[in-house]
């Protein structure tokens, strides 16, 4: 049975949730699958990239209501529903220009819950269920009948102090977290953190997109800004790659392990150090082309590879997502707004130079994501199988549901094996699905780990083994936490 938290009523706990979700069909094979999901269900989450608000864990703040919670900020959610002709205005998604949009929330949720429908069978569908139930003890589903009530149950529950961040946060078990910012962040948020005396792990990552990408919105003004914040000459190439080392020092000091590259394509460069100053010089000017703009950002892929070996850090490259693709939403929304599409990607050419350069450095970790499901068996698990710097990210944004998990393990395990990926980890906003993530990837892996007992392929000995590393230690271990 699902585990009862605080608020569920434990005779009404099969409402929502089927104890054996996601398990094969097969009753030997799923009997086996629910043992090894027993054995990891309730290990320490660690949550080693995602993109919480610091400021929930450093202000402790009540979350102000239930549309607040999993509508508004949630792109998987109301990306569907816009889909579907319902406006980002009528869901509260704030305007850049800071028009008018709906700010009643219990408008905003029986809007959300009208359309539930939508979400059949999609991995949003499931997250929002195992939330309701897990996390607020409801057990009727979500629709327009029951919209008002659920509102009610839910608001009443966030004005307690067992539903504020650092509470749930210790209620979710999680051992650790990491959240996302900008090279030229303060981090105060972070600061404010490790000043209250809390207990909870809650660790940054340096994403530099802002002063690595040309075609950043205001890419100079942000290498501008960063080497005011180092106390270096940030203009020069010299003092660009000091002020790189400066801040990742500072991000360090305050927990972080990693860093992350959101790149439209998963180019790398290693360019000679007078190429390189030219092309960031030009770049300062806003004068590069589309081409060399990539240049730049693939040659800082290979910099920051070397910083990573100095410094300890592990690179993240995230690439492959056409940004923004409605250009009406950019303007009238702003970025991450729900159009944001999975394109082709190469990783065969594009990773051959920042791999001959600090490839086979086995001291160095370098954890690769991609959104173009036809690379695992062709590209990326035969170069992680090989490389000892490389490792594979688990299934990403679109992907990271039963099939996509799915898929991963059995287009990536031929090649690269168990132990050149990097067990799970969440990279979500919406904080209460966290649980709810780690739970479908645990589901999904045992129920692959069993399917390979049943057919010779792994011995059942091993396989309590291998669930545990999926479910904890390989994230742990990779991400240094």
């Keep these: 049975m699902e585990r009862v938290v605080e608020g569920t009523e434990s005779g009404d706990t099969m409402a929502l949730l089927d104890d054996d979700r996601l398990f094969p069909t097969d009753p030997a094979v799923r009997s086996l699958a629910r043992e090894l999901y ?8 660690i949550s080693p990239h995602g993109h ?6 450093a202000e402790n703040a009540a979350f102000s209501d239930p549309a607040s919670l999993f509508v508004t900020p949630d792109h998987y959610v109301f990306r569907m529903l816009h889909s579907q002709g319902i406006a980002l205005e009528a869901l509260g998604v704030p305007r850049v220009d800071g028009g008018e949009t709906e700010r009643d929330s219990r408008r905003i949720w029986r809007l959300f819950a009208e359309n539930y429908h939508l979400f059949r069978a999609t991995p949003s569908r499931m997250w929002v269920n195992h939330a309701l139930q897990t996390v607020f003890g409801v057990t009727e589903r979500l629709s327009a009948g029951s919209a008002d009530a659920i509102y009610d149950r839910i608001d009443a529950q966030l004005r307690t102090e067992a539903f504020r ?3 749930l946060f210790e209620r979710f078990n999680i051992e650790a977290i990491s959240t996302t910012e900008s090279a030229i962040d303060d981090l105060k948020w972070h600061r404010m953190i490790r000043e209250s005396g809390w207990a909870g792990k809650v660790v940054t990552a340096y994403r530099p997109d802002a002063v690595v990408d040309p075609e950043f919105a205001g890419f100079a003004e942000n290498v501008a800004r960063m080497g005011e914040m180092a106390g270096e000459d940030a203009t020069t190439w010299a003092g660009y790659l000091a002020a790189h080392r400066n801040r990742r020092a500072f991000f360090k000091s305050f927990g972080a392990t990693s860093s992350d590259h959101g790149h439209a394509t998963a180019r790398t460069e290693d360019l000679p150090q007078d190429v390189a100053a030219r092309l960031f010089d030009t770049a300062l000017q806003g004068r590069c082309t589309a081409d060399e703009a990539d240049a730049v950002r693939g040659h800082m892929l290979t910099e920051m590879a ?7 850090l592990v690179l993240q490259i995230h690439p492959g997502s056409a940004r923004n693709h409605s250009a009406g939403i950019l303007a009238r929304f702003g970025r991450d707004k729900g159009y944001d599409i999975p394109t082709r990607t190469d990783y065969v050419a594009a990773l051959a130079p920042l791999l001959n350069a600090v490839g086979e450095r086995a001291e160095l970790t370098i954890i690769v994501f991609t959104l173009d499901e036809t690379s695992y068996s062709r590209e990326l698990a035969p170069l992680a199988g090989v490389y000892p710097a490389l490792r594979l990210g688990p299934p990403w944004w679109f992907h990271d549901s039963f099939e996509g998990m799915t898929r991963f393990r059995e287009m990536a395990t031929e090649t690269a094996g168990f132990y050149n990926t990097v067990g799970f980890n969440d990279d979500t906003r919406a904080f209460c699905s966290i649980p709810a993530r780690h739970d479908v990837a645990r589901r999904v892996d045992c129920a692959f780990l069993a399917t390979l007992v049943a057919t010779g392929r792994l011995d059942r000995d091993e396989a309590p083994e291998v669930a545990h590393d999926f479910s904890y230690r390989l994230a742990k271990q990779a991400y240094r936490l």
């Design 38 to 45: 027993q054995a990891v269900r309730d290990l320490p989450i």
């Design 52 to 57: 919480t608000d610091p400021r929930w864990f």
């Design 165 to 167: 961040p650092r509470a």
């Design 306 to 312: 070397r910083m990573s070996l100095d410094d300890g």
